[in-house]
């Protein structure tokens, strides 16, 4: 897919040539004024040597075009992308070097087809009756979306003297590297976490109650209705019942990205991004699962059927790290309608803050940093472990 925006540029940069041109003509004219023959010839192979050269580069450069064509959009940390660049030319192209940032790449082009690789390309040029063909495939970098200018093709002459500069057309092209996934590996313990197919037991009705899920104590205020008249009568006492909600609760995934001040802050905010991007997709297949971001006030859904994921992980790609004074996630309000909070944090947790201030059933670090708590993790996934709270912790957080 090409870029629509402006034609191809071309810059001519002549300094050397145009020195070595003046220096013949100096020459030339101690020659002319000291009477000296053995000066000529130097001075006019000077003189044409500047000129010459300019000439020639400008000429092959006249009519050369770039274009270039990226496979995909969008791609997983890690995966491989394809750049297709595309040079017409009706001449011979003089120590031609192609710049492509998206790469990060500089191709030496001989006029021969060849086919070059090294640990951070794979490059293949194929040489064409007045074009020229390059393809490099190389593994995508860090996540985030990634603006690049069009590529540039560099003449020169042996000498170095004049140089030419073809500037592809068009607006650059943009790639969104996306936050690579890894199976969670669960521990014993892990696997009782709540997930989207398991009922949730709370102590109030859920909004938008209407199914029975067993009984409970009678609170005051209950309607007559919702009281189980046989078990008062069978002697158990006023019971009533207990409804459940009709719409499906998921486990709620919050990333914390206040890394302010912290040490390998980018290191560490990267893996707590791959951490919740992991866990939820298996959530997600295992019934669902919410993801709330940095900066949002709701969350997003993703369902078993997975129609979400896409805008969530594209999102997820482009999170960027926030000041320790920022305010946190609106964790408290979303906890009524999860079945588990599983807080993902790029920073370092103080245990004093852990065990006192987090309104949250799971917590997860990246590898390294302890939360002080006594239990081992219940899973691990991409360098990062998940501890389980007591519950005598979520009392004090509420």
């Known amino acids: 897919m090409r870029s629509p925006g402006p034609g191809p540029s071309r810059r001519l940069e002549l300094r050397p040539a145009a020195e070595v041109a003046a220096a013949g003509a100096l020459v030339l004219i101690a020659a002319l004024v000291f009477a000296g023959p053995p000066l000529l010839v130097p001075g006019v192979g000077l003189a044409l040597l500047g000129l010459l050269s300019t000439a020639w580069i400008a000429l092959c450069a006249r009519n050369l075009t770039v274009a270039r064509q990226v496979a995909e959009r969008r791609v997983v940390e890690g995966e491989a992308v394809e750049v297709l660049v595309e040079l017409r030319h009706r001449r011979w192209l003089p120590g031609a070097t192609l710049h492509d940032e998206l790469t990060r790449t500089a191709i030496r082009l001989d006029g021969r087809d060849r086919r070059d690789r090294d640990d951070r390309a794979e490059v293949e040029v194929r040489r064409r009756r007045k074009r020229t063909e390059v393809r490099i495939r190389t593994r995508a970098e860090r996540r985030g979306r990634r603006r690049v200018p069009p590529p540039a093709v560099e003449l020169s002459d042996p000498l170095g003297l004049a140089r030419a500069i073809t500037t592809g057309g068009g607006a650059g092209s943009e790639l969104l590297v996306l936050p690579r996934t890894e199976p969670v590996s669960w521990g014993a313990s892990g696997q009782g976490l709540p997930t989207g197919d398991q009922p949730i037991r709370t102590a109030r009705d859920p909004l938008g109650a209407g199914d029975v899920d067993g009984l409970r104590g009678y609170r005051p205020g209950t309607p007559a209705t919702r009281i189980h008249w046989p078990a008062l009568a069978r002697g158990a006492g006023l019971l009533e019942r207990r409804l459940a909600a009709a719409v499906q609760v998921h486990p709620l995934i919050v990333l914390d990205a206040r890394?302010?001040?912290?040490?390998?802050?980018?290191?560490?905010?990267?893996?707590?991004?791959?951490?919740?991007?992991?866990?939820?997709?298996?959530?997600?297949?295992?019934?669902?699962?919410?993801?709330?971001?940095?900066?949002?006030?709701?969350?997003?859904?993703?369902?078993?059927?997975?129609?979400?994921?896409p805008a969530a992980h594209a999102r997820l790609a482009v999170v960027e790290s926030q000041p320790r004074a920022a305010a946190g996630p609106p964790v408290g309000r979303l906890r009524a309608r999860s079945q588990a909070v599983i807080y993902v944090c790029a920073d370092p947790v103080e245990r004093e803050q852990a065990l006192s201030g987090l309104d949250a059933d799971v917590l997860v670090l990246p590898?390294?940093?302890?939360?002080?708590?006594?239990?081992?993790?219940?899973?691990?996934?991409?360098?990062c472990a998940g501890y389980r709270l007591p519950a005598r912790v979520r009392r004090l957080a509420a």
Not at 262 to 280: K, N, P, V, W, Y
Not at 367 to 383: Q, T, W, Y
Request: net charge negative.
């Open 259 to 309: 890394t302010d001040g912290c040490a390998d802050a980018e290191r560490l905010l990267d893996d707590a991004i791959r951490a919740a991007a992991s866990l939820t997709l298996e959530l997600a297949r295992r019934g669902g699962a919410a993801l709330l971001l940095p900066g949002a006030r709701s969350p997003i859904a993703v369902t078993a059927e997975l129609s979400a994921w």
């Open 367 to 383: 590898a390294g940093l302890d939360p002080g708590l006594p239990d081992r993790p219940i899973f691990r996934v991409n360098r």
